[in-house]
């Protein structure tokens, strides 16, 4: 999986297709886009107008938690939505296979306990989803399946399972970006002793109110730091995520601003900026907006 990946969230089909044609030409080698992102068809339309072969892309996208449709809630049901979305993923990016799908977000019960085992048709739910991504995957339709927004406890719900269930996630997608530390409620150690990959959404500090952060943006910390390198506070909040070892989630409809995101790797950060910006508490964040770190008691 490539360390910096091109983002769609918020751009409706055209702008994804032009963000997506000029994030191809400036050099990205990966993807991401989700089905409730609603700009599929923007997306795969980039992808084929590129000229680039298919294996030379990694296409990312997502499939809903259960629950957003209040018919999900059944566990069945929450099987069979899960797949439907699966093969629309597909149809829609007009793709035969993706790199990588993940669940966007546990079932929207875990936002409201949060916990995924709070109760015991949360981890149903759980298990239902995550059955029907390892079919998808074996079929060959997607050569990676993870999550978003999990939390300990939705692990929990899989490996208290049948044997059948307990291949966990390869890779969550999280929150994550300068003023959260290294380690932000234990996640990334947590993830590592469970050998699943951590992608970082939001590098930038995104609000509710989606702007990214005036901190990360225009704070004496990152805008010192990139006036050191002669690089953007934007390149020096992706340099920190990357530096860990964490690949990481841009966006932009700026040609001149995708080529500068990739432009991390003729630069390094010395140890003393490192050390800043670890130590740096601002803006703050939390891995997952669905559920708690804290490990719950399965019901």
């Not at 997506?20 to 795969?44: C, R």
């Not at 109760?119 to 995957?137: D, H, I, L, P, T």
């Amino acid at each position: 999986m490539p360390m910096v990946a091109a983002g769609s969230w918020q751009y409706n089909s055209s702008t994804a297709y032009s963000s997506i044609t000029s994030a191809l030409k400036a050099g990205f080698t990966m993807i991401d886009t989700a089905l409730d992102y609603h700009n599929q068809d923007g997306v795969g339309k980039a992808i084929a107008e590129s000229g680039i072969p298919r294996e030379k892309i990694f296409v990312e996208t997502k499939v809903p938690g259960c629950g957003l449709d209040p018919s999900t809630m059944n566990v069945f049901n929450c099987y069979q939505a899960t797949k439907r979305d699966l093969e629309t993923d597909l149809k829609l990016l007009n793709l035969s296979y993706v790199d990588l799908v993940i669940v966007h977000f546990p079932p929207i019960s875990s936002m409201i306990t949060r916990s995924c085992n709070s109760w015991s048709g949360g981890c149903q739910m759980v298990r239902a989803q995550w059955k029907a991504m390892n079919e998808f995957y074996a079929e060959g339709k997607a050569r990676a399946i993870g999550v978003s927004n999990y939390c300990p406890s939705c692990y929990d719900c899989l490996e208290s399972s049948n044997p059948v269930m307990t291949r966990l996630p390869m890779v969550n997608q999280v929150q994550l970006h300068l003023g959260m530390g290294t380690d932000p409620e234990g996640f990334v150690s947590y993830h590592k002793a469970k050998g699943i990959q951590l992608q970082a959404y939001s590098v930038l500090g995104n609000s509710m109110t989606h702007h990214a952060s005036s901190e990360i943006l225009n704070g004496n910390l990152t805008t010192s730091i990139g006036k050191a390198h002669n690089k953007s506070s934007v390149q020096v909040a992706l340099k920190w995520v990357i530096s860990q070892g964490i690949p990481a989630v841009t966006k932009s409809s700026s040609s001149e601003h995708l080529k500068e995101d990739l432009d991390l790797w003729s630069w390094n950060l010395t140890t003393q900026e490192k050390q800043l910006m670890d130590a740096h508490r601002s803006p703050k964040g939390s891995p997952s907006f669905a559920c708690n770190a804290a490990e719950a008691v399965l019901v």
